[in-house]
């Protein structure tokens, strides 16, 4: 069985910062891509970031400049700094993973819980 797990959400005024972090734990032999996706008031999930496993690096448009991921490879984890924020990045953020696991897995998507982030102005 596989994990994500995420922390680092909370409440914090505009243009303050805050750092995300997902650890991914249990059965996992190896994993792809990782990112942070979220999902306002409107419902909608949205891409957030995500980051290969060599490294290379995709922000949405209204982050860029003001985000980073990264991911520690050896520990199963990805951060998201955020710098700057603004009411709009509002939002529950998901931690994504595409992993497979030991002893016959198959690649797979999986998803943390989720962690509220509010942004007051």
């Known amino acids: 069985q596989v994990q994500l797990v995420e922390s680092g959400g909370g409440l914090v005024q505009a243009g303050g910062s805050l750092r995300l972090s997902c650890a991914a734990s249990?059965?996992?032999?190896?994993?792809?891509?990782m990112g942070w996706y979220r999902q306002g008031p409107e419902n909608r999930r949205e891409l957030v970031a995500t980051?290969?496993?060599?490294?290379?690096?995709n922000y949405a448009d209204s982050v860029k400049d003001r985000f980073t991921i990264s991911r520690d490879n050896a520990k199963n984890t990805v951060s998201l700094q955020m710098n700057s924020l603004k009411a709009e990045d509002t939002a529950v953020y998901y931690c994504?993973?595409?992993?497979?696991?030991?002893?016959?897995?198959?690649?797979?998507?999986?998803w943390g819980q989720g962690t509220q982030v509010t942004v007051s102005s």
């Open positions: 994504n993973a595409y992993i497979i696991q030991r002893y016959g897995g198959v690649w797979s998507t999986y």
């Open positions: 249990g059965s996992i032999f190896s994993i792809n891509n």
């Open positions: 980051i290969s496993s060599g490294g290379t690096t």
